[in-house]
C-alpha cells in the first residue's frame, strides 16, 4: 500500500511539473443547457470541444483529454495540479460528452475544463465561459 501511496504522489507531482500544452485555438463549451436556462431538477448537460478530441483519462494521445465539469465554483482549482474529484468537479475520465446532473432548486453555475491523461488542466487552460442555469 506504501508503495502505491509513494507512485500515486510521483505521478501527480511529474504531471504537474510537465503540463500538457494546448493546441492554439482550442475551446471547451456548453452544447446544452444554454446560460440562464431554466431546467428541471435532473438536466442533461451536454459538452463541445473545438481543436481537440476527447480521449479517456489514462490516454497519453497529442491533443487529446476529458472533460470536468465545476459546479458552483467561485474560484478555480488549482490549475497547475490534477483536478480534485468531489461535489463540485465532476470527472468524465471514460471520454464521456454529456451526463445527467441533478441540482437542488435554485441558481447554479456550471463550467469546463479539460483535463490532459493525468487530470490536469491543459496549458493554456482549455476551459468555457461560466454558464448559470436555473433549477425549477
Known amino acids: ?4 501511496l509513494a507512485a500515486t504522489a510521483l505521478l501527480a507531482a511529474s504531471a504537474s511539473a510537465f503540463a500538457t500544452e494546448a493546441p ?7 452544447i446544452s443547457p444554454q446560460d440562464g436556462a431554466t431546467v428541471s ?6 459538452f463541445g470541444l473545438t ?4 480521449a479517456p483519462a489514462g490516454t ?8 470536468h465539469l465545476l459546479i458552483d465554483l467561485d ?3 488549482d490549475l497547475t495540479k490534477p483536478l480534485p474529484a468531489n461535489d463540485h468537479v465532476k470527472h ?4 464521456q460528452t454529456e451526463t445527467q446532473l441533478t441540482l437542488s432548486p435554485g441558481k447554479h453555475t456550471l463550467q469546463l475544463i479539460l483535463g490532459d491523461y493525468a487530470h490536469v488542466p491543459f496549458t493554456p487552460a ?3 465561459e461560466k454558464i448559470t442555469v436555473n433549477v425549477q
Open 60 to 67: 497519453m494521445v497529442k491533443n487529446t483529454g476529458h472533460h
Open 24 to 30: 492554439a485555438g482550442a475551446s471547451v463549451y456548453f
Open 51 to 54: 481543436g481537440m478530441g476527447v
Open 1 to 4: 500500500m506504501k508503495a502505491f
Open 41 to 46: 431538477k435532473t438536466f442533461t448537460v451536454r
Open 126 to 128: 482549455v476551459i468555457s
Open 75 to 77: 474560484k478555480l482549482p
Open 92 to 95: 468524465f475520465g471514460g471520454g
